[in-house]
């Protein structure tokens, strides 16, 4: 179960056979339902996911009580908390899948646990942090400089499978902007 | 003129002397008028600035031509454009100071041979990308959850030099208020 993850580390880093092996002995492979919360905001973030099928979601409530997405991680995406993750603090977002989804996780402890084992871990690790800031930072770029049409647009040349896999109501939330807009924009 | 880097490093890291002579180096010392544009949007960034005395922001414009502050470092700080200097496409963010500032530059370059030479600056990297995104996720979280006056009075709270160094229209742009809103907010 367990080799898909090990797929998706030797096409993305330089980590040998013998640590490959080390690290997977770390996950644990788990079946999740849609629907399900994996984390409630309040809560402090231990486990970090890697998604093997399905679709996980990290989100939070504004004041007025809106749901806001901050990511939708399909196959081979890494999703958690980051920030609580990172702090052990309480979070603020909550975590959950949107499908039927099975995951690899990783709980805190043993993931900075592989930091100190592994060097290569370390490097993955540094990357993913800087993978993480230019998504967040490309994400505010352009719910400033661009309309909800040309969002949606964006979306649609660069990663159509959001709009094929997302209900309309996450995908909404996903591009920030109403469900009614977000149909308006598609039907032209 | 380095030797305000050197106690930075010793303070927040285990980087031993000999390897802060090394960084030491690496580190140009630049003296900088206040309101200068140290990277404009468009361009690549190439440095990263480590703030000896006065004080730095980073900022974009809205599509209405607003200025929206991402971050302000004041006496010990980092700043850069972080996605633009990770990733060296151009910049969504400008730099510029904000007071008479004295600064330790470091080119890309330099920073990412570092990284290779000293494995402990590949850690202070890391903690940096781990701090950033934490302090990006507070921002968001803080102008989702808290109403303006909340929002000036946790600044005034936590930390007041903001409020006593900033003009009214950095910290109106800083905490994501009107200029006039921040008026009301101060005389209450």
Known sequence: MIDKLKYYLRINTDIDELQLERIGRYFQYRKVKRDTILLFAGEVCKELYVVSI??????????????????????GSVVTSISSFISQQPSFE?????????LYTISHKHFYQLSIEIPEWEKCYTNFLEMVYIHQNRK??????????????KLLNEQPFYIQRLSNKHLASYLDMREETLSRVKSK
């Open 54 to 75: 399905g679709c996980v979601r990290t989100y939070y409530l504004t004041q007025q009580g809106h749901e806001k997405t901050r990511h939708i991680g399909f196959e």
């Open 94 to 102: 909550f975590v959950g899948t949107l499908e039927d989804s099975e």
């Open 140 to 153: 505010i770029e352009m719910l400033v400089t661009l309309s909800a049409r040309q969002r949606y647009e």
